[in-house]
């Protein structure tokens, strides 16, 4: 995806950096070293499903708060339009957005991050996702079409499923929450798989364990 969508950030390597203007001044990626950001991007100012999410979005950000997380919206309008919409959003839906919006209109971001996708819009950014964690690496991506607005309890499941992975080296199976038996890696070879099934987890067969944590 090259051109005028720009590269699509590949997980597992550093997040693209940039620096940007925002209704909190100016930013850098480089800011946020020794906490996760989730970086979302919406498709433009005073519409209808990017309000509904950006009050979500407001509804979630103590809770990733108190995970470490800073939380950073961004589209392809004006630092003065960010100010206007926020300001509405307060007035008519009594709601405060305490989160920084990173103004692209040179959409620099957001081809860095893969947001333009001419077959939704060639002037908009898609509604993208982007988990970063406090080394800087891009661990996670989701994007969405225009038309869906984002589920935030799957943003905060995941934000904690790749904590509870990085902090005790396990993965967690499908539909996992909070508090669930996660998985145990597979054996890399067959003495780790005869100690397997010895060492207390609870095993379906030799490749598929659970544990508590």
């Not at 020794?34 to 498709?43: A, D, E, I, M, T």
């Not at 961004?74 to 206007?84: N, P, W």
Request: proline share 7%.
């Amino acid at each position: 995806m090259c051109g005028e969508t720009g590269s699509m950030p590949i997980l597992g390597e550093p997040a693209p950096d940039f620096e940007a203007l925002t209704t909190h001044g100016t930013v850098r990626l480089s800011d946020f070293k020794g906490k996760w950001l989730v970086l979302f991007s919406h498709p433009a100012d005073f519409t209808p499903v990017c309000t509904t999410e950006f009050m979500a979005f407001s509804a979630i950000a103590e809770e990733l708060k108190a995970l470490n997380v800073q939380l950073m919206g961004l589209s392809i309008d004006s630092v003065y339009s960010h100010l206007a919409w926020i300001r509405n959003i307060k007035e008519k839906m009594g709601v405060d957005i305490p989160f920084p919006i990173i103004a692209d209109l040179d959409m620099k971001v957001a081809r860095k991050y893969g947001m333009i996708h001419p077959g939704q819009s060639s002037t908009a950014a898609i509604r993208a996702v982007f988990f970063i964690d406090d080394k800087g690496i891009l661990r996670a991506m989701i994007y969405y079409p225009l038309t869906a607005g984002r589920y935030m309890p799957e943003i905060v499941r995941l934000v904690k499923s790749l904590q509870t992975t990085d902090k005790y080296g396990v993965a967690t199976p499908a539909n996992w929450q909070p508090g669930d038996k996660v998985v145990v890696p597979a054996p890399k070879n067959k003495e780790e798989m005869d100690r397997r099934l010895s060492e207390g987890y609870e095993c379906k067969d030799w490749y598929l364990c659970f544990r508590k944590i």
